[in-house]
Each structure stands twice: as structure tokens, then as C-alpha cells.
T-cell receptor, first 113, second 120 residues
């Protein structure tokens, strides 16, 4: 079945450091890929998405590129801020039927001043 | 409503008690999902509704778990005879998408804040 594997955390970075959170997936067909973010005390919210190979999703300075050849969707940001501290979830939705969304286990990011 | 609303936000139950968790999705959203999120883990799929029809309940961990959406809007997740392993955050999400053919657009979910269940 579909699955998502992402790097374990926690990841601790200094403010303005470069961020990469790795994500790889296993799926049949042509899934859509997502990054969701969960800020402390809040619900999950969509950060960015990509629907086909080579698409780049971007939002709030974060980027991720859909790489079909490596089945990856790594999240990057050039300069993190304290306000980026949160848990980040990589996810995919299958391409048929009702498009069930499958999540990775999450990576906690802590940015220190 | 403006977002997905879940209640209660926190529930403490004694082992063996029944609980009911409510989800009020965004008005007009066809699809509704329930997920279970254990501490430090990602959300795990429980069940899916398209309007009032429960099309997939393959993620429900046991027959103690039951979900309904009788009028195609509000949904209730019921857990009977709760056990300690049921302690988790239960997330509800809705989306506008209807099932379609191959990948005509991404299924973007809007999540509620969750209901945290603690079973003592």
C-alpha cells in the first residue's frame, strides 16, 4: 500500500540556518504530494503541494519538488525563523477513488534564536 | 462555518466508558475523514465519508469504533468500552473534492483542531 517515510526529528537549527527535511514515498500510480504543518496547540494545515512530477510547491519561503525518479519530496527553506518551529508532515494522496491521504510520522523542527 | 470544528477538545474517560466525538465540517464539503494521531506519530486513517455514505472504514482498529454522518454534514466518531490504547488525538478533516477520475486535482484537506482523548 501507499506509504511515506520522513526523517526523524527533532531537528534543531539556529535562526537563519538552511533547512532540509527529507521525505520519500511509495505509491502506485500518480499520487499528489503534500507538506502539512502543525504549530504548537493548533491543527494540521496545508503548507504546500505538488500534483505531478517536477512540480515545485512553495509557500512562506518553503519549497519542495516532486521527484518521481527518486520518489522524493524533500522540504527546504533557505533561512528559518523561530516562528517556523512546528511539526512537519509529508503526505500523499492516491490518484484514484476518493484520494485517501497517507501521512508520514512527522518531523519536529525547533529553531533557536 | 469558516473551518472544521471538533468537540470536545479534551476528553478524559475511565476505561470501559463510551465516548462520542463530534466533527462539524466546512459547509458544502463532500468528503470527510477521521484520523487517529498517537503521541509523536503521524495521523493514521480511520474512515472516510462521501456525503452520508461511509465508503471506507478499513482503518477502524476494532469493532468498538463506529462512525456516522447521517445527514451528510456533522459526523460523530463513537468509541465503545474505551481502552487505554485508544488514548490519542482524533482528527477530523473535510474537503470539497468528490471522487473523480485520475488525478484531476489534489485532495487538499482542512483539519479541525482535534479531540484529545485520554483513557485512564
Amino acid at each position: 500500500g501507499d506509504s511515506v517515510t520522513q526523517m526523524e526529528g527533532p531537528v534543531t537549527l539556529s535562526e537563519e540556518a538552511f533547512l532540509t527535511i527529507n521525505c520519500t514515498y511509495t505509491a502506485t500510480g500518480y499520487p499528489s504530494l503534500f507538506w502539512y504543518v502543525q504549530y504548537p496547540g493548533e491543527g494540521l494545515q496545508l503548507l504546500l503541494k505538488a500534483t505531478k512530477a517536477d512540480d515545485k510547491g512553495s509557500n512562506k519561503g518553503f519549497e519542495a519538488t516532486y521527484r518521481k525518479e527518486t520518489t522524493s519530496f524533500h522540504l527546504e527553506k533557505g533561512s528559518v525563523q523561530v516562528s517556523d518551529s512546528a511539526v512537519y508532515f509529508c503526505a500523499l494522496s492516491n490518484s484514484g477513488g476518493y484520494q485517501k491521504v497517507t501521512f508520514g510520522t512527522g518531523t519536529k523542527l525547533q529553531v533557536i534564536p | 462555518g469558516a473551518g472544521v470544528s471538533q468537540s470536545p477538545r479534551y476528553k478524559v474517560a475511565k476505561r470501559g466508558q463510551d465516548v462520542a466525538l463530534r466533527c462539524d465540517p466546512i459547509s458544502g464539503h463532500v468528503s470527510l475523514f477521521w484520523y487517529q494521531q498517537a503521541l509523536g506519530q503521524g495521523p493514521e486513517f480511520l474512515t472516510y465519508f462521501q456525503n452520508e455514505a461511509q465508503l471506507d472504514k478499513s482503518g477502524l482498529p476494532s469493532d468498538r469504533f463506529f462512525a456516522e454522518r447521517p445527514e451528510g454534514s456533522v459526523s460523530t466518531l463513537k468509541i465503545q468500552r474505551t481502552q487505554q490504547e485508544d488514548s490519542a488525538v482524533y482528527l477530523c478533516a473535510s474537503s470539497l473534492r468528490r471522487p473523480s477520475g485520475r488525478n484531476s486535482g489534489a485532495n487538499v484537506l482542512t483539519f479541525g483542531a482535534g479531540s484529545r482523548l485520554t483513557v485512564l
